[in-house]
């Protein structure tokens, strides 16, 4: 990889991917990793956990789970400078999901439209770490905040009149809802809130 121009090996790293046979779980795990790495060294680090996700639930002795319980944080979000920086950007991307659901579209109209949703986050933001010691929490505990927090979004244009329904993950085998810190069901062994349940940014896309 270190002789190959980044781009290149990504185009052929993503056709490897997408011609690995499902069933074949280790070579299917492998070539994620690698493709991780590619996306990392064109600065899409985002893409690059989601690959190191994916690639360390079929295979959880692997490299790819060392590789990803260090760039990941506890949200399974890109890890960056600091915790107050991890823990704003969890916050932050489920407000905007939460804001996003009740526009018809689902995006954006414009700019303007993001400018103040995100101006309007980070004030909740701000008040919520001035009122609330997230700090002395643990992650499961800041998700719960996090969730329940309400930002008075203005009505900018036409809003649904209902918000979908949040999808609840049952755990049959406890017989009880999945908790963020239980061990997500898919059998990776890490918590469901950094495997499965793991925090989405909104650029994320549904493929690698």
């Not at 690959?51 to 692997?62: H, T």
């Not at 002395?136 to 009149?161: H, M, N, Q, Y």
Request: net charge positive; hydrophobic share 40%.
């Amino acid at each position: 990889m270190a002789s190959h121009d980044a781009a290149t090996a990504l185009r052929a790293l993503r056709s490897a991917v997408a011609a690995c046979p499902a069933t074949d779980r280790a070579e299917l795990a492998r070539r994620l990793y690698w493709l991780s790495i590619a996306l990392r060294r064109i600065g899409k680090d985002g893409l690059a956990v989601k690959a190191l996700s994916n690639a360390q639930r079929l295979a959880p002795r692997s490299r790819a789970r060392t590789l990803y319980e260090r760039f990941a944080n506890g949200y399974g979000m890109p890890k960056s400078s600091c915790v107050e920086h991890d823990d704003y950007r969890a916050f932050c991307s489920i407000q905007i999901r939460k804001y996003l659901e009740r526009v018809p579209d689902g995006r954006f109209a414009d700019q303007d439209e993001i400018d103040t949703v995100l101006t309007m986050i980070a004030d909740a933001w701000l008040k919520l770490y001035a009122s609330t010691a997230i700090s002395s929490v643990d992650c499961d505990e800041k998700l719960r905040i996090f969730r329940e927090a309400g930002v008075a979004f203005p009505a900018l244009r036409e809003t649904r009149a209902a918000r979908p329904g949040r999808v609840i993950v049952a755990d049959f085998y406890r017989g009880r809802t999945q908790r963020t810190a239980d061990r997500c069901l898919c059998g990776s062994g890490l918590p469901y809130r950094m495997c499965c349940g793991r925090i989405r940014p909104l650029y994320e896309s549904d493929t690698v």
